[in-house]
């Protein structure tokens, strides 16, 4: 049963996530995301009261998956071996699992920094550019580690019209990303 629920949240999700980029969040309803799933409003209530709870559990999910490269990284030696890894492993989450919050941010801006969720997201970011900049994070060694970060996430919300499949995106923006790195 777990299963068939978890299916039905991440469904959910992706299909909020979807009118959110189409319409905007503002004018998507939990009615709206109800039909296109083609269920009812009450079935939806059961897994998100709100539109902002939808958003806040792909927030979780993401920062949890951050939290983890960065407990990675601090168990870790310092240098640029877990600077390469911290890109790696950062391109992953963000080109699965963060797709739908990079996308969802790029597109409603506004609605984001209403809900309040890129305060943390901002920090977490922050923690593993300084992670990367280690052990000598001059200003200008934290400000390629948050570049090569920054390819890596513009690459998910700046790059969605090129016909590239998400492997291909994914693959080029870690690589980009890395030749930043060898600038540090």
Known sequence: MDG???DTRERIRAVAMELFTERGY?????REIAERL???KAALYYHFRTKED????????LRRGIDEIVDWAEATPPGR???????????VLLHGLGKDMIRFWHENQPAFRDLGF?????????VLADLMAA????PL???HARQALLAISWSLSMMGDLDLSDEESSAAAIRIATDILARM
């Not at 503002?26 to 939990?30: R, V």
């Not at 071996?81 to 391109?91: L, Q």
């Not at 052990?135 to 001059?138: E, I, R």
């Open 26 to 30: 503002e004018k998507t309803s939990l």
């Open 81 to 91: 071996d877990r600077a390469r890894e911290i890109v790696t492993r950062y391109g």
């Open 38 to 40: 083609g269920v009812t």
């Open 141 to 143: 060694t934290v400000f």
């Open 4 to 6: 068939r629920r978890s």
């Open 118 to 126: 890129g305060t943390s997201l901002r920090y977490q970011f922050r």
């Open 135 to 138: 052990p000598d994070p001059t």
């Open 54 to 61: 939808i958003v806040a559990s792909l927030s979780e999910d």
